[in-house]
């Protein structure tokens, strides 16, 4: 009976980091896919540099979490475009909204290819 509950407790344990990682990866991405767009429309104007930094804010603030599920590497390119997304602000639009875009395939790429799913075992 014994050995029933524990596999009961570990299938369930198993089941709630599933659904766990789902749910901090999609609010992770709704929150910085929120910002990353702010970042776009402002491009043109004199708040990039603002809402760069609120972008790198809010990154930092995810991505302690984030690293728990989805691998650091791509994390790392994410701090690092965030962090060139202060630098180009009023200095070269093309390249700010290239790493928006940047920034955005690396999202994209953690909300379906990341966490804890059968694609990623098998």
Request: glycine share 4%; charged share 25%; aromatic share 6%.
């Amino acid at each position: 009976m014994s050995r029933i509950i524990a596999a009961i407790v570990l299938t369930l344990l198993m089941i709630g980091l599933c659904i766990s990682d789902r749910i901090v990866i999609n609010n992770a991405y709704d929150k910085l896919y929120e910002s990353i767009t702010e970042c776009e429309k402002s491009a043109y104007s004199e708040e990039s540099g603002d809402t760069a930094e609120r972008l790198n804010k809010e990154f930092e603030q995810t991505e302690g979490l984030l690293s728990v599920f989805v691998n650091h590497d791509i994390l790392d390119e994410i701090a690092e475009s965030a962090a060139r997304l202060k630098i180009l602000s009023g200095v070269s639009h093309a390249d700010y909204l290239s790493e928006c875009a940047s920034i955005k395939l690396k999202l994209e790429y953690i909300k379906k290819d990341s966490g804890v799913n059968l694609h990623s075992i098998f």
